[in-house]
């Protein structure tokens, strides 16, 4: 029997994915089938930190309640289960199922050990379920691809419609040498070489979890842009883990960037607000997509945490959770095409306020907000217009001398998130910091939602067209919301906070 603390509960979120007594890291297998969206993930079955890597599972109706299932493959004294990516193989072109009731597949990467004659390295392994994903056997073939690299990692696997009746494409990573690495295939088993991207833009790290899909621009299926996602670590935009993006085309054969900065593997400091980032926070990597989402809809997890001091948060019973659901789409923004995010809504679109106001100047200092828009598990949607303030934003989770700070800048256009007094940050040398991103004005307006849960907050400004993740500590009575400005008098258009 196990039982739960009080510090357990503590940070335990409400609206996030956590594993119930274990460690989780990547998201895996992030795949839609009959029904039931499938959370596998890295997972330690039996420990709180890194180790016994194994695909764990959850499974959801709604990208909202998540129900923990058995571990789906577990790691032996041979290899370990790195992370990965899963198909509903439609057609049975692996010969796994049948027609009438076609497999799932996961490609997974197989990290092995002393005690297997590929000791050493890192190679791309399949196992399947024929029973909708409660039950997984590895492929005997395994591993399918295997490139004599220590390095090689973290496929993902998308079908690719052609002229010609299309195939299967893997996107993965050699690690190290900072290579996105492309393969096709006919039926999951045999791949054949496509191409290298790589490496540009950001460096500073291995790339890891790569992910490439194709977007409609300003929802014009006639207008496409192809997406690949860049996971590295350390050198992500806000220190340590962190996910860049690129846009381009990509032909069947190779992905051809149209936002490249900066090539080779030489890191150039200097360039690093050029890129496109996923998020601009400490606390979201790792991120991929679920292939086969109904709607055509490009559904994103990323783990709610960095490798920076993943291992030692200050949490008990379990560590680490997953970010919300995020829609990922592509819009035209000042003549630009970028990325734009909106989590999927654990308070449902237009849920009830608890508490609202509107049109209120708000005078140079700090106006607190009454006790019906406190909470440590809130949804914020706030709408300032800075004025003559050179700083307008909100006071999260404040209370006995801490406070996490959400700060525009008006002078500078830049948005900042401030978890330096967010409560516990000692844990680790590198947590307390200060994240930031340049934001315009809309109208010389800034909207930002953001979502609060026990130990998280994740902003979208400007209709997510940034985003910033970071993961807090605070003690239990700092659930106190203000707004404040600072410098001059601007204006709350309006504010809803929802719990
Ligand atoms: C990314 C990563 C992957 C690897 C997995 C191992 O966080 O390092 O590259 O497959 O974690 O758990």
């Known amino acids: 029997m196990t039982t739960t603390s009080a510090l357990d509960c503590r940070y335990r979120p409400q609206h996030h994915y956590t594993a119930d007594r274990s460690w989780l890291n990547d998201p895996n297998g992030l795949v839609y089938a009959n029904g039931t969206y499938h959370l596998f993930y890295q997972h330690n079955p039996s420990g709180t930190v890194w180790g016994n890597m194994s695909w764990g599972h959850a499974t959801s109706a709604d990208l909202l309640h998540w129900d923990e299932q058995p571990v789906a493959i577990a790691c032996d004294e041979q290899e370990a289960i790195f992370s990965g990516s899963a198909v509903l193989d439609k057609t049975n072109t692996s010969g796994f199922g049948t027609p009438d009731h076609p497999p799932l597949v996961a490609i997974y990467t197989s990290a092995y050990s002393p005690a297997s004659p590929l000791s050493g390295r890192q190679a791309q392994s399949l196992a399947y379920s024929t029973d909708n994903g409660a039950t997984w056997t590895k492929y005997a073939g395994n591993p399918v691809l295997d490139r004599a690299s220590a390095d090689f990692r973290d ?63 300003d929802g014009d299926a006639g207008n496409t842009k192809w997406v690949l996602v860049v996971n590295l670590s350390p050198g992500g935009i806000a220190g340590g883990s962190g ?63 960095n490798w920076q001091y993943g291992a030692v948060t200050p949490t008990s019973g379990w560590r680490s959770a997953m970010s919300l659901v995020r829609d990922v789409r592509l819009a035209t923004r000042d003549g630009r095409v ?21 049109g209120r100047t708000l005078a140079d200092g700090t106006r607190w907000l009454p006790a019906e828009a406190s909470g440590d598990v809130l949804r914020i949607d706030a709408e300032l217009e800075p004025g003559d303030a050179g700083k307008v934003g909100l006071l999260l989770r404040a209370g006995g001398g801490e406070q996490t700070v959400l700060a525009y800048d008006a002078g500078t256009g830049v948005l900042s998130l401030d978890r330096t007094a967010s409560g516990n940050t000692d844990f680790h040398e590198t947590f307390a910091s200060v994240e930031s991103v340049a934001v315009p004005l809309e109208d010389g307006r800034l909207r930002l939602r953001v979502f609060l ?15 910033i993740t970071d993961q807090i500590f605070p003690g239990e009575a700092s659930t106190s919301l203000a707004v404040f400005a600072a410098g001059g008098c601007a204006t709350l258009v309006s504010l809803d906070v929802v719990r």
């Open 155 to 217: 496929p993902k696997v998308f079908w690719y419609d052609s002229d010609a009746g299309g195939y299967w494409v893997m996107v993965a990573v050699e690690a190290t040498d900072r290579e996105i690495v492309l393969y096709k295939s006919a039926d999951l088993k045999t791949w054949e070489y496509l191409s290298t991207f790589g490496p540009a833009n950001a460096t500073g790290g291995v790339w890891e979890c790569p992910d490439l899909f194709e977007l409609p621009v």
């Open 338 to 358: 970028v990325l734009t995010q909106a989590a999927v809504d654990p308070f449902g679109n237009g849920g009830a306020a608890t508490y609202s106001e509107a």
């Open 453 to 467: 849960d026990r130990c998280s907050v994740e902003v979208f400004a400007q209709d997510g067209l940034a985003t």
């Open 243 to 305: 996910g860049q993006y690129f846009l381009g085309s990509f032909d069947g054969v190779a992905f051809a960037s149209e936002t490249t900065v900066t090539e080779g593997l030489q890191q150039d400091d200097s360039r690093m607000a050029e890129y496109g980032w996923l998020d601009w926070g400490r606390d979201y990597y790792a991120a991929v997509s679920f292939t086969n989402a109904p709607g055509g809809r490009r559904l994103m997890i990323g783990w709610m945490n």
